[in-house]
C-alpha cells in the first residue's frame, strides 16, 4: 500500500494542465460548457463496433486515459443505450453487424445523436464497397456528425464531440 | 537459410511413403517454406503421420485455381514450415478434413467452406462459422463468380438459427452476451451455460466484425496490401504489414536493405510492448484494480505519443511500405527511443513489485483461468498465450528470420498457464523487447530504408511468417497479372487463442469471464476478415 501511495504522491496528476496541451483542454472546456447547457452536465455515450479493425476502440478508449481523462467534461461511456445520448459507431458496418447496430440506435432514447467515427464509418476507408459491408454508417442510420481519422486520435475525437455539441 | 534446416523432413518423407501416401514436390513452394502435392484422397488420412511425427498445425485455406479448389494447410516442426496442397474439381469439392487430428483446423475449414464451398468430410463440427446472413448457403464470397461489390444494399437481418451447443440439467441456464458488448471493446456473441456462479461450457460465436478482407485484396498492387494488412487487426499493423511485405518481398526477389529491417523490428517490438502495457492494465481494471489501469494507460500514452512523433502515427499504421519503411529515423530520434526505454524500463520497474505484492491481485488472478500445457498444444495456442502454458517456441528465434537471428534476445517461459501466469509472461516479455529495442538502436545501420520492388510475377506465391504480439502471424500472398494480388490469407494467431478460452473457462465463474478474455484478448477482427 505504501508503494501505490508512494507512486501515486510521485507522478502525481497527469491530466494535461493547459499548457501542456492547450488545444485539447480548450477544447474540453468548451465542451463542457456545452454539454452542461445541453445535457444537464452529463452525455452518455454508447460506443458501437460495426466492423472496426479495432484501431478505432483503442483509441476511444484511450479518451478515458489519464491524460485525456473525458469523464471531467461530463461525457461518459454507458453500457446500456437506453441510457445513451449519443451513439459512436465505427467501421464501414460489415452486413453482420448492420441489424445489430440499428437496434443499438433503437434502443436508444429521444433526443439521440450519432457520430460516425472514423474513416472507415464514414465511408472513406480501406473496406468501403466490399459484399460484406455497407459501406458507412449513414448507409444504415441517420448520421450527425462523421469524425475523420486512421483510426481518429484522441484529440480528434474529442473535437468532433465539440463540432456536434456546437451544432 | 541455414544448413540445419529441415533435418527432420527426410523421416518423415520416409514415413509418407511407406504409408504409400504419394507426394510431389511443388517446384513453386511459397517462400521460406516447402511444399508438397497430395492426391486429395490422401488430404485426410496426411495429417495422422505429421502429428505423429511432432508437427504443429499452422494454417489452412483454400483459393480458386483454373476452375478447381486448392486447399493448402500448413505445419511447423523446428521453425521450418511445410506446406502440403491438393485440388478437388470445383464440381465435387470434397475431402478429408484436419480437424479429428488437429482441432486447430476447425474453424478454418469451417471458414474455407463459408468462403469457398470446400466440404470437409468427417468433420467433427461443420457448422458455418464466418457466413451469418449476408450470403446464402450456395453462395461463396471468394469465388471467381461471386461479385465483389455482393448483392445490393437491401439491409441484412441479424444472424439467427445457429445451433449452438446446449447443456441440459436441471438449475442449468443459458447467459447470451454480444455481439454489441459493455465495453469500448470489439463485437461478438458468447453463450454460457452456467449452474450456480460456475460455467459449465462457454461457445465463442464470431464472424461479426467480417469485411471480405481476402476479397478486398485481390487485385491490390504491393503498397495496397500493406494498407490493407495494417488493418486486418488495428492493434498489430506492424506485425500484419511485416507479414504481407515479407510474401511480397521473397516473391518478387528484393532485399531489404538492412536499415529498412532493424527499423520494422524497432516497430514491430513498440507495438508489442505497447499493447502489454495496454492489456496488463486493462486486465488489473476487469478485477477492479484501477491504480494499474490509470498507470499503465500512462506508459502507453506516453508510448504512442512517441510513436505518433517519429512515425507519423500512434498505432504504426503505414510505418512499412513495399521493400522497407516509410520514414526515417534521425540521430535525434534513436536518443529519444533510447532515453524511453530507459525511462519505462525504471517504471515498470516500480510498477511490477506492486502488482506482484497485492493480496487482493493475486486472489483474483492466481489460479484463474488455467490453460494446461498439453490442452495449449493440442489447440496449437501461439504467443504470450503459449508460452505462460510452457511451450517454448518463439518465432523470431526458432525460425529466425532478419534482423532478430542478429539479436540476443531473452525468451521468458511460464508454466502455471493462469491469467497471473500471463500477466507474468506479458511484464517479462516487456523488458525482452526493451532489450531488443535497445541493441537495435546501438546497432542500426547506416544506408537507403527502402528499394523499389520489380512486380511479381504472375502465379508467384510467398508466406510471410512475423512474430506479432499474440504470437506467429501467417500470411500467404499469390499473385497474377501485373504483380496484382489474386490471393491474400492472413491467419493471425488469434484463430488458436480464441479457442484456448473456451477449455480455460471450464469451472471458473462467470464473473471471472472477463479477466479470463482479457487475459488471452484474441483479435476478432483479425479472425473475422
Known amino acids: 500500500m505504501r508503494r501505490i501511495f508512494q507512486k501515486i504522491y510521485e507522478i502525481g496528476i497527469v491530466t494535461e494542465p493547459v499548457a501542456r496541451d492547450a488545444e485539447y483542454e480548450r477544447l474540453g472546456r468548451e465542451l463542457k460548457r456545452r454539454v452542461d447547457e445541453r445535457f444537464r452536465g452529463s452525455l452518455a455515450i454508447r460506443q458501437v463496433d460495426a466492423g472496426s479493425c479495432n484501431a478505432c476502440e483503442l483509441e476511444i478508449q484511450a479518451l478515458n486515459n489519464p491524460y485525456y481523462d473525458l469523464e471531467r467534461f461530463g461525457l461518459h461511456f454507458v453500457a446500456s443505450p437506453r441510457h445513451a445520448d449519443l451513439l459512436l459507431a465505427t467501421g464501414p458496418v460489415s452486413r453482420h453487424m448492420e441489424e445489430a447496430l440499428r437496434r443499438t440506435h433503437a434502443a436508444m432514447p429521444e433526443p439521440r445523436w450519432v457520430i460516425a467515427a472514423g474513416d472507415c464509418a464514414a465511408g472513406r476507408g480501406e473496406f468501403v464497397c466490399g459484399y460484406a459491408c455497407a459501406g458507412a454508417v449513414s448507409a444504415v442510420l441517420p448520421v450527425d456528425l462523421e469524425i475523420p481519422g486512421c483510426p481518429p486520435t484522441p484529440l480528434q475525437l474529442l473535437q468532433g464531440l465539440l463540432v456536434l455539441m456546437n451544432a | 537459410m541455414s544448413q540445419s534446416r529441415f533435418t527432420w523432413l527426410p523421416k518423415l518423407l520416409s514415413r509418407l511413403a511407406k504409408s504409400r501416401l504419394a507426394l510431389s514436390e511443388c517446384p513453386d513452394a511459397p517462400r521460406p517454406a516447402l511444399a508438397y502435392g497430395v ?202 504489414a511485416w507479414a504481407a511485405a515479407q510474401a511480397l518481398e521473397r516473391t518478387s526477389g528484393a532485399e531489404v536493405p538492412e536499415r529498412g529491417l532493424m527499423l520494422r523490428a524497432l516497430l514491430a517490438e513498440r507495438e508489442r510492448i505497447a499493447n502489454h502495457l495496454g492489456d496488463i492494465g486493462a486486465i488489473c481494471n476487469d478485477v477492479g484494480f484501477s491504480f494499474a489501469h490509470m498507470q499503465f494507460g500512462r506508459l502507453r500514452e506516453l508510448w504512442l505519443r512517441r510513436n505518433a512523433a517519429l512515425f507519423g502515427h500512434r498505432l504504426l499504421f503505414d510505418t512499412l511500405v513495399p521493400g522497407g519503411v516509410a520514414r526515417n529515423l534521425d540521430k535525434d530520434g534513436v536518443l529519444a527511443l533510447l532515453a524511453d526505454c530507459r525511462a519505462l524500463r525504471k517504471e515498470v520497474t516500480s510498477l511490477f513489485p506492486v502488482l506482484r505484492d497485492s493480496q487482493s491481485l493475486r486472489d483474483r488472478l492466481m489460479g484463474a483461468g488455467v490453460l494446461a500445457k498439453d490442452q495449449a498444444q493440442r489447440l496449437g495456442c501461439l504467443g504470450f498465450v503459449a508460452r505462460a502454458s510452457g511451450i517454448d517456441y518463439d518465432l523470431r528465434r526458432d525460425h529466425g528470420y532478419a534482423p532478430y537471428e542478429r539479436l540476443s534476445l531473452e525468451h521468458p517461459l511460464h508454466q502455471a498457464g493462469d491469467v497471473a501466469a500471463r500477466v507474468l509472461q506479458r511484464a517479462e516479455e516487456i523488458y525482452a523487447s526493451l532489450g531488443a529495442i535497445r541493441q537495435l538502436l546501438d546497432r542500426l545501420p547506416h544506408g537507403p530504408i527502402a528499394v523499389s520492388l520489380k512486380p511479381p510475377e504472375p502465379g508467384t506465391r510467398g508466406l510471410g511468417l512475423v512474430d506479432g504480439w499474440r504470437g506467429e502471424i501467417l500470411s500467404y500472398v499469390r499473385f497474377g497479372e501485373g504483380g496484382r494480388v489474386s490471393r491474400y490469407f492472413p491467419r493471425d494467431p488469434s484463430w488458436f487463442n480464441w479457442p484456448a478460452l473456451e477449455v480455460l473457462i471450464h469451472g471458473n465463474i462467470v464473473p471471472d469471464f472477463p479477466v479470463c478474455n482479457k487475459s488471452i484478448n484474441g483479435s476478432y477482427a483479425g479472425v473475422d476478415l
Open chain 2, 39 to 240: 492426391q486429395a484422397e490422401d488430404w485426410g488420412r496426411l495429417p495422422v503421420y505429421l502429428q505423429e511425427q511432432g508437427c504443429r498445425f499452422a494454417g489452412l485455406w483454400a483459393e480458386v485455381r483454373d476452375g478447381r479448389l486448392a486447399v493448402l494447410a500448413c505445419v511447423e516442426k523446428q521453425g521450418d514450415y511445410l506446406v502440403f496442397e491438393t485440388e478437388v474439381p470445383i464440381a465435387k469439392p470434397e475431402l478429408g478434413s484436419w480437424s479429428p487430428v488437429y482441432p486447430g483446423a476447425n474453424r478454418l475449414e469451417r471458414h474455407a467452406r463459408d468462403l469457398l464451398g470446400l466440404v470437409f468430410l468427417n468433420s467433427p463440427d461443420a457448422r458455418r462459422w464466418t457466413r451469418h446472413q449476408a450470403w446464402g448457403e450456395d453462395e461463396h464470397p471468394l469465388r471467381k463468380d461471386f461479385p465483389a461489390e455482393g448483392h445490393g444494399s437491401a439491409p441484412t437481418p441479424a444472424d439467427a438459427g445457429y445451433p449452438f451447443e446446449r447443456v441440459e440439467g436441471e438449475a442449468v441456464y443459458e447467459i447470451p452476451v454480444g455481439p454489441v458488448h459493455a465495453g469500448i471493446i470489439e463485437p461478438g456473441h458468447f453463450r454460457f451455460h452456467a449452474l450456480g456462479e460456475t460455467v459449465l461450457n462457454l461457445e465463442a460465436r464470431l464472424g461479426y466484425v467480417h469485411k471480405g478482407i481476402e476479397k478486398l485484396a485481390e487485385g491490390r498492387d504491393g503498397a495496397g496490401l500493406l494498407r490493407l494488412a495494417a488493418r486486418v487487426s488495428g492493434d498489430s499493423a506492424v506485425a500484419h
